[in-house]
């Protein structure tokens, strides 16, 4: 992988939530992502061992747009396709929101989209260059 003006890759995603507690819970049930640090009630981040995704609830009335930005959607990749489809029925049984369900890519790739408690979009994929390898 090049390093461009001493960039070694993304560290961290942010996201405005309209209620950390939720939204925490969410990332941890589904996603199995864990705390690493939780300075108060309002703001926590979360970590699935090489990334850290930044919850922020933001006031009551603000919506989850505060800036303007719009995020497309965070990908979680998994080891298989069939994990794919597993995921995609626990979800599903479970309440969450698919967006789009299961499809398999001409990549050889494979994945459906859900939405967490604020309508964020998020991917799970199995890809089959990037899920065999270990994440550090």
Same mark, same amino acid.
């Given at each position: 992988?090049?390093?461009? %003006? #001493? @960039? $070694? #890759?993304?560290?961290?995603?942010?996201?405005?939530?309209?209620? +950390?507690?939720?939204? $925490?819970?969410?990332?941890?049930?589904?996603?199995?992502?864990?705390?690493?640090?939780?300075?108060? /009630? $309002?703001?926590?981040?979360?970590?699935?061992?090489?990334?850290? &995704?930044?919850?922020?609830?933001?006031?009551?009335?603000? #919506?989850?747009?505060?800036?303007?930005?719009?995020?497309?959607?965070?990908?979680? +990749?998994?080891?298989?396709?069939? %994990?794919? %489809?597993? &995921?995609?029925?626990?979800? %599903?049984?479970? #309440?969450?929101? @698919? +967006?789009?369900?299961?499809?398999?890519?001409?990549?050889?790739?494979?994945?459906?989209?859900?939405?967490?408690?604020?309508?964020? @979009?998020?991917?799970?994929?199995?890809?089959?260059?990037?899920? /065999?390898?270990? @994440? $550090?």
């Amino acid at each position: 992988m090049s390093r461009v %003006r #001493g @960039i $070694k #890759g993304m560290r961290h995603i942010a996201l405005n939530v309209n209620d +950390v507690t939720r939204s $925490k819970r969410f990332y941890q049930e589904f996603f199995g992502m864990e705390v690493v640090w939780e300075p108060d /009630p $309002k703001n926590v981040y979360l970590s699935s061992g090489c990334d850290n &995704l930044a919850l922020h609830e933001i006031p009551q009335g603000r #919506g989850v747009e505060p800036h303007g930005q719009k995020l497309d959607h965070l990908g979680f +990749v998994v080891e298989s396709a069939e %994990r794919v %489809r597993e &995921l995609e029925e626990e979800f %599903r049984s479970r #309440g969450v929101k @698919i +967006v789009h369900p299961f499809k398999a890519h001409r990549d050889q790739s494979a994945s459906f989209y859900c939405a967490d408690p604020d309508g964020i @979009i998020i991917q799970v994929l199995y890809e089959p260059h990037l899920s /065999p390898q270990e @994440i $550090k």
